[in-house]
Every structure is written in C-alpha cells, then in structure tokens.
C-alpha cells in the first residue's frame, strides 16, 4: 500500500519519470510561462474543487485511464498564500496530502513553499490560467525536477459534472501547449463516500 500511495503522489506531482537505468525519456518541451494565459485580475478562488481533467508531458492515455477523481481544497492564509490539500481514495480509505504555495509579484502565480522538502525539485510554479470562481478553473503547473523540465494542466470544477464544452475548452488548451490527446486524461468518477477521512501526509506534492 505505501508504494501504492508514493505512485499516486508522483502522478499528482507529474514525477512519473521512467525508471529505465539507461535511457531518458523524450519528453514534449514545456512552455514558457509566457505562453501560458494569467487569469486577469486573479481573486480568491478558495474554497473545493474537484479534479476532472489532467494533461502533462508524462501523462499517457493508456496506462493512466484507470485514474480517479479526486478533491483538492484551497484555504487563503493571510499572507495570500494558499494551503492546498487534496484528498485521494486508495483501497477502501482516503489520504491527504498538504503542501503550500505562496504568491509571486504576478497576480494568480504561485511558488511551491518549503521546496527544500521535495527531493529533487528544484522550481515549481503554478499559474491559474483561467477561471470563472464558482463553476471551473484551469491551473497550469511547471516543474524543473533534477534538471528536466515537466509541466501539467489542471481542470477543477465545483462538482463531479464534467460538461462537454468545458471538456472541449480543456482539450484546446491542453493542444494549444503542444499535447495531443495521448497526454490527456479525465479521471472516473466516484462516490462522495470515497473522500472521506485518511491519513494527512506532507512531502509529495499535487493539486
């Protein structure tokens, strides 16, 4: 079960890295932030959020289809940063996961708080791309992990409700980053049951 819980902190994090010994993985190039569209005059989006879409240049269609919805909650600090948990189903019992990020000069980016933590990371930004505040969000997230570069897209909504053109809008996001549909999940859909109580874990990251 533990190395259950590591895989599905690395997946959330987008550390899927191969392991193969000998060999790197050909990785689609992540985009500068510059590319990357900024939620104007970004507000407080607190509050929870489901996740029900996921792309990434180590996400692959294939192996990750058996994915579940999970939740991931904003609280504001009052130094504008965020205490952000996500709450994951794994064998009949939940897990939570908690990490920080604190705000850069850039309205609605943010920077991964005590990285010193997280072997091997070395810059983590997460940019909210877009977002109406009650109903979706798309969150972009940037990583340099022992030296390799990885990015992430993330489609929240309020409810588990997954609309075709929220659907659609995430897909031509995702594409206009250089993904193709390989990289491009939508996780199943689970009873609220499921998110109850677990265990609160820190040191992996995921939002």
Same mark, same amino acid.
């Given at each position: 079960?533990?190395?259950?819980?590591?895989?599905?902190?690395?997946?959330?994090?987008?550390?899927?890295?191969?392991?193969?010994?000998?060999?790197?993985? $050909?990785?689609?190039?992540?985009?500068?932030?510059?590319?990357?569209?900024?939620?104007?005059?970004?507000?407080?989006?607190?509050?929870?959020?489901?996740?029900?879409?996921?792309?990434?240049?180590?996400?692959?269609?294939?192996?990750?289809?058996?994915?579940?919805?999970?939740?991931?909650?904003?609280?504001?600090?009052?130094?504008?940063?965020?205490?952000? $948990?996500?709450?994951?189903?794994?064998?009949?019992?939940?897990?939570?996961?908690?990490?920080?990020?604190?705000?850069?000069?850039?309205?609605?980016?943010?920077?991964?708080?005590?990285?010193?933590?997280?072997?091997?990371?070395?810059?983590?930004?997460?940019?909210?791309?877009?977002?109406?505040?009650?109903?979706?969000?798309?969150?972009?997230?940037?990583?340099?992990?022992?030296?390799?570069?990885?990015?992430?897209?993330?489609?929240?909504?309020?409810?588990?409700?997954?609309?075709?053109?929220?659907?659609?809008?995430?897909?031509?996001?995702?594409?206009?980053?250089?993904?193709?549909?390989?990289?491009?999940?939508?996780?199943?859909?689970?009873?609220?049951?499921?998110?109850?109580?677990?265990?609160?874990?820190?040191?992996?990251?995921?939002?």
């Amino acid at each position: 079960m533990a190395l259950g819980l590591l895989w599905l902190g690395l997946v959330l994090l987008g550390v899927l890295q191969t392991q193969a010994q000998d060999s790197t993985p $050909t990785l689609i190039p992540a985009p500068p932030l510059r590319r990357v569209p900024l939620q104007p005059d970004f507000q407080n989006f607190q509050g929870k959020w489901y996740i029900l879409g996921l792309a990434g240049n180590e996400f692959n269609k294939e192996k990750h289809r058996q994915f579940k919805i999970y939740a991931t909650t904003y609280e504001l600090n009052d130094d504008n940063s965020y205490n952000v $948990t996500s709450t994951l189903a794994w064998n009949q019992t939940c897990d939570h996961w908690l990490r920080i990020f604190i705000p850069t000069s850039r309205r609605g980016q943010y920077t991964l708080g005590n990285i010193e933590r997280y072997t091997g990371i070395q810059r983590y930004v997460l940019r909210v791309a877009a977002t109406d505040y009650i109903q979706f969000a798309m969150l972009f997230f940037k990583k340099i992990y022992r030296n390799q570069e990885y990015f992430k897209i993330t489609l929240y909504g309020r409810t588990k409700e997954l609309t075709p053109k929220l659907k659609e809008n995430f897909i031509s996001f995702a594409k206009s980053l250089g993904l193709t549909d390989h990289h491009i999940i939508f996780p199943i859909r689970i009873g609220n049951h499921q998110l109850g109580r677990g265990q609160m874990h820190m040191g992996t990251v995921q939002a």
